[in-house]
Antibody
Framework: QVQLQQWGAGLLKPSETLSLTCAVYSGSFSGYYWTWVRQPPGKGLEWIGE???????NYNPSLKSRVIISLDTSKNQFSLKLISVSAADTAVYYC?????????????WGRGTLVTVSS | DIVMTQTPLSLSVTPGQPASISCKSSQSLLHSDGGTYLFWYLQKPGQPPQVLIY???NQFSGVPDRFSGSGSGTDFTLKISRVEAEDVGVYYCMQSVQLPYTFGQGTKLEIK
């Protein structure tokens, strides 16, 4: 059974860089877009961006200047970096697989990582 | 960006009674391939979201028949024919016709 396991620092100070990694276990890395979605406490969902197995990326324009999504195919891992964070970036960050049948959708989610930005 | 607007933002429903959630998009979700890319997700407490409905009205495998979706263009509805206790959580509509993918604000369903 395919699983996503994510990790990264949970407490940051303003202006620091958020860094999260997600590993794909027991499944293919190709044929999907690997995505990051975040959810501020008590609020809704925001799509951050995605990357496919060949490294092609798409980012949310609202975050594009601060986001880098990368992948390591040798380890079946993909990562999120968000630079110069502020309190507004406090959220649960999910790594998510985008793909599947009969139509592409967010079909597999990591457990989420709460990232708190506080001085 | 396509803005997704859900109403109501909260619902309190007696078990066995129906529930309905509206979702309106700021632009048509009709793709050039003829499909309308509107999804419904449910986020149960303490869990990541799970998909219920794809392309407006199609249930994903394993989703109970009491969940149904309808609509077209920019107006969509999720209906639960008879609410059960396990249906509590936050329901989100989502569009994937255009990047960035966007979600509605969420509708919190509680049981009376």
């Amino acid at each position: 059974q395919v699983q996503l396991q994510q990790w990264g620092a949970g407490l940051l100070k303003p202006s620091e860089t958020l860094s999260l990694t997600c590993a794909v276990y027991s499944g293919s890395f190709s044929g999907y877009y690997w995505t990051w979605v975040r959810q501020p406490p008590g609020k809704g969902l925001e799509w951050i961006g995605e990357i496919n197995h060949s490294g092609s990326t798409n980012y949310n324009p609202s975050l594009k200047s601060r986001v880098i999504i990368s992948l390591d195919t040798s380890k079946n891992q993909f990562s999120l970096k968000l630079i110069s964070v502020s309190a507004a970036d406090t959220a649960v960050y999910y790594c998510v697989r985008y793909g599947g049948l009969p139509v592409w959708h967010f079909d597999l989610w990591g457990r989420g990582t709460l990232v708190t930005v506080s001085s | 960006d396509i803005v997704m607007t859900q109403t109501p933002l909260s619902l309190s429903v007696t078990p066995g009674q129906p529930a309905s959630i509206s979702c309106k998009s700021s632009q048509s979700l009709l793709h050039s391939d003829g499909g309308t890319y509107l999804f419904w997700y449910l986020q149960k407490p303490g869990q990541p979201p799970q998909v219920l409905i794809y392309k407006v009205s199609n249930q994903f495998s394993g989703v109970p028949d009491r969940f149904s979706g309808s609509g077209s263009g920019t107006d969509f509805t999720l209906k639960i024919s008879r609410v059960e206790a396990e249906d509590v959580g936050v329901y989100y509509c989502m569009q994937s016709v255009q990047l960035p993918y966007t979600f509605g604000q969420g509708t919190k369903l509680e049981i009376k």
